[in-house]
């Protein structure tokens, strides 16, 4: 148990709709990211946020959004959903070590869009 | 761009048989590098690290060493048990061109079958 954790695990909705995925990060971590996985693209990083701010961007489209409040969660917002958009969702988190830093992953949501 | 070549798989081993799973990166400066499992229906758990040229990681049964001089950090195991069946990724944690922020970038992993 890696200490991230994410729900929900299953998410099943329809195209068009909008989604909310939270996560938790471990105690003490200010850093947390979010990952796709999809059969095609691999893992790929969409957004980091470092105590409650943006820290850096990847390929996260415009539809989705994040943020993290002060407790430290965030959530993934999806929204207009493609077929496309089916993937696992991972969180992650980590303490900021500079060059040292690890990120310690959540279990994921799966998400399927019909 | 940072970049990692993971061995293509599916790969398929009996068990106590000796692993390799090879990985080569690309990146700007001094990047700290992973091994990340994935047991079915799982998540990314770390497996090992190492953050510095020579630096061995292990854990498990398995090892990484960073080699600098040829870009590698290939995973290897003496002895294969039907338990380590799993998608095995690595990745590297480097900076973003854009600032001071790290990015991990993942190979496309490796489906590693053990077979009794």
């Known amino acids: 148990d890696s200490g991230v954790t994410q729900t929900p695990k299953h998410l099943i909705t329809a195209t068009g709709q909008r989604v909310t995925l939270r996560c938790s990060p471990r105690s003490g971590d200010l850093s947390v990211y979010w990952y796709q996985q999809s059969l095609d693209q691999g893992l790929q990083f969409l957004i980091q946020y470092y105590n409650g701010e943006e820290r850096a961007k990847g390929n996260i489209l415009e539809r989705f959004s994040a943020q993290q409040f002060p407790d430290l969660h965030s959530e993934l917002n999806l929204s207009s959903l493609e077929l496309g958009d089916s993937a696992l969702y991972f969180c992650a988190s980590s303490v900021q070590q500079g060059r040292q830093e690890t990120q310690y992953f959540g279990p994921g949501t799966r998400l399927l869009v019909l | 761009g940072n970049s990692v070549t993971q061995m293509e798989g599916p790969v398929t081993l009996s068990e106590e048989a000796f692993l390799t799973i090879n990985c080569t990166y690309t990146a700007t400066g001094y990047p700290s590098l992973f091994w990340y499992v994935q047991y079915p229906g799982e998540g990314l758990q770390l497996l090992l690290k190492a953050t510095k040229a020579d630096d061995k990681g292990s854990n498990k049964g398995f090892e990484a060493t960073y080699r600098k001089e040829t870009t590698s950090f290939h995973l290897e195991k003496g002895s294969v048990q039907v338990s380590d069946s799993a998608v095995y990724f690595c990745?590297?944690?480097?900076?973003?061109?854009?600032?001071?922020?790290?990015?991990?970038?993942f190979g496309s992993g490796t489906q590693l079958t053990v077979l009794p």
């Open positions: 990745a590297l944690s480097g900076l973003i061109s854009s600032g001071s922020a790290r990015q991990l970038t």
